[in-house]
């Protein structure tokens, strides 16, 4: 069974920064596109940023500007710095692979068990 371990989510005050980052296996990882959904109380899942086997990158307009994903391909693992964070960034975060549909929809084959993002005003 493929699997997605996200790590470092916590709680940081408004302005402060954090990563994450999630560990896939190679056959998960290889030439997939990588990316993290997050989901708020209340709210849907939603597209934060993604990026393709090739390096592309793509960002909900919410987070560009503040945000930066990257992955190693050496050690298949993805990456999401958050910086001047903000309460609304409060949420699930989670990291998935391998898109099955087009990079912000939720139609993706694996999916992390999340992990807990909390932003302090």
């Known amino acids: 069974q493929e699997q997605l371990v996200e790590s470092g989510g916590g709680l940081v005050q408004a302005g402060g920064s954090l990563r994450l980052s999630c560990a896939a296996s190679?056959?998960?990882?290889?030439?997939?596109?990588m990316g993290w959904f997050r989901q708020a109380p209340g709210k849907e899942r939603e597209f934060v940023a993604g990026?393709?086997?090739?390096?592309?990158?793509y960002y909900v307009d919410s987070v560009k500007g503040r945000f930066t994903i990257s992955r190693d391909n050496a050690k298949n693992t993805v990456a999401l710095q958050m910086n001047s964070l903000k309460p609304e960034d409060t949420a699930v975060y989670y990291c998935?692979?391998?898109?099955?549909?087009?990079?912000?929809?939720?139609?993706?084959?694996?999916w992390g068990q999340g992990t807990q993002v909390t932003v302090s005003s």
């Open positions: 998935v692979a391998k898109r099955l549909g087009p990079i912000t929809s939720a139609q993706y084959a694996y």
């Open positions: 190679r056959r998960t990882f290889s030439g997939n596109t």
């Open positions: 990026i393709s086997s090739n390096g592309g990158l």
